[in-house]
């Protein structure tokens, strides 16, 4: 009978998946193969349901390949068992970093890699960590389609109703105002915090956060002078994150609508992509172009996306359907139009929910919170399912 691991090979070489495969496929596993021999370095490029385990057998191109799955966020990235270079000590680092369980040195021993794959399947069995820490980054498709007003509740209702440790990232270095609509006034932000880079870590960043009374820590460029493009690199940004998710559940980034390396290094360790469009016709051309790029450049999933249509009308004459299908997308998050609520809002620095606890347009924001992995729009368990619980033995509420 075949083993009903998943595995999936990848190599640049075809001889070498050859051998791979027959080494498997005598111990009863029936593995898929991934040829790479386009541009592509990502070993991953174009899988979209991941298997349970990958043998990664390395190239020339060692580097780039374990960058890009080390770039991948940790719940994106399946089980990783790297073959070639074990002892070399950069490659060694890299793999790690990337997560893999193995490396296995090449000219391969058989016996190496199957009892790499048990260990692997040993590990499996075990029961699930503590859940990780989660990204969800907020994108306009186009400029002023809410995605600032929408990264900030959302934010705000995951400390503040859901009670979870978050963070908002401002990554607008230019014109972002992310603080303001909380009311806060930050001295300090992230240039400085990055002045200090290779000190930085999650105490030092304390420092750095502006703190709203939800519990929320907000981010951002402290100062009125724009940061030129350019001026912090994509690894800066990507160790400023790690640090921030050491310390928080839920990390939320508003990012300005861009398409360069620090943008690409965000969402490629994001759990979950916020693109905010309203319904005309330039908003969701420029959103089609904008999943395009996400899902063959960066790598994103589908499942990764959450589509947003704000100031939803719904006597629009372009329809959730149609964009929905143009997207090919699935079914996006509604926020409803509520100019009068949400400028109040912005120019009082309230959040929704402390300003407008039951309007409509809060409860879309607690909807859009849950879909992302908070809990505000969970119906409370009624007081007879919460009584049955509590006597089940074992179990404490
Ligand atoms: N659901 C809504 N109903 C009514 N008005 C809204 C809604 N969402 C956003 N707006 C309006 O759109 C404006 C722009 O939204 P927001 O403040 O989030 O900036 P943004 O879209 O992030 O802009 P930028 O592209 O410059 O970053 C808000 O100031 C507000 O007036
Ligand atoms: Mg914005």
């Known amino acids: 009978m075949t083993h009903p691991l998943n595995l999936l090979l990848v190599s640049r070489r075809k001889d070498m998946l050859d051998r791979l495969e027959q080494i498997l496929v005598a111990a ?13 370095v990502d070993p991953l490029h174009g899988v979209d349901s991941l298997p349970d385990v990958v043998i990664v057998h390395l190239s020339h191109l ?13 719940d994106r990235r399946p089980a990783l068992i790297v073959v070639g270079g074990a002892n070399e000590m950069n490659v060694m680092r890299l793999a790690m970093q990337a997560g893999a369980r193995d490396l296995i040195a090449d000219p391969l021993n058989p016996a190496d890699l199957l009892q790499a794959i048990q260990r692997t399947q040993e590990e499996r069995r075990r029961p699930a960590p503590v859940t990780a820490a989660r990204i969800s980054v907020f994108m306009n498709a186009k400029g002023g389609c809410g995605a600032t007003m929408l990264a900030c509740n959302v934010a705000h209702v995951l400390a503040a109703k859901s009670k979870r440790r978050a963070a908002l990232l401002d990554l607008d270095l230019q014109f972002g105002a992310a603080p303001l609509y909380l009311d806060l006034y930050p001295k300090r932000g992230i240039a400085q915090a990055l002045e200090n880079l290779s000190h930085l870590d999650e105490v030092a960043l304390d420092g750095y956060f502006a ?22 690199s994509a690894s800066a940004v990507s160790q400023l994150l790690e640090v921030t998710l050491r310390t928080h559940e839920h990390v939320v980034v ?12 965000v969402m490629q360790r994001a759990n ?17 172009r904008l999943i395009q790029w996400l899902r063959s450049d ?40 509520d100019f009068k609520t949400v400028s109040e809002c912005i120019n009082s620095g309230t959040a929704l929910l402390d300003y407008a606890g039951s309007a409509s347009i809060t409860r879309a924001v607690m909807t859009l919170e849950t879909r992302l992995g908070g809990s505000s729009a969970q119906p409370r368990s009624s ?8 006597l089940i033995p074992g179990r404490s509420r």
């Open 28 to 40: 009863d596993f029936n593995p898929s193969l991934q040829l790479n021999s386009n541009g592509h």
């Open 211 to 232: 703190k709203h009374a939800s519990g929320l820590n907000v981010l951002s460029h402290a100062s009125d002078e724009p940061l030129a493009p350019g001026t912090i």
């Open 298 to 337: 960066v790598g994103v999933a589908k499942d990764q996306l959450c589509v947003v249509v704000n100031r939803h009308e719904k006597s629009s004459e372009i329809g959730v359907e149609d964009i929905q299908k143009t997207l090919a997308c699935n079914a996006p998050a509604l926020v409803p139009n």
């Open 272 to 288: 979950q992509i916020v693109i905010v469009l309203q319904q005309s016709v330039t908003a969701v051309r420029d959103a089609t």
């Open 62 to 74: 060692w580097r780039e390949e374990l960058e890009a799955i080390a770039a991948r966020a940790p």
């Open 383 to 390: 007081v007879i399912a919460r009584t049955f619980s509590s």
């Open 254 to 265: 508003d990012m300005p609508r861009c398409v360069d390396a620090v943008t690409t290094a």
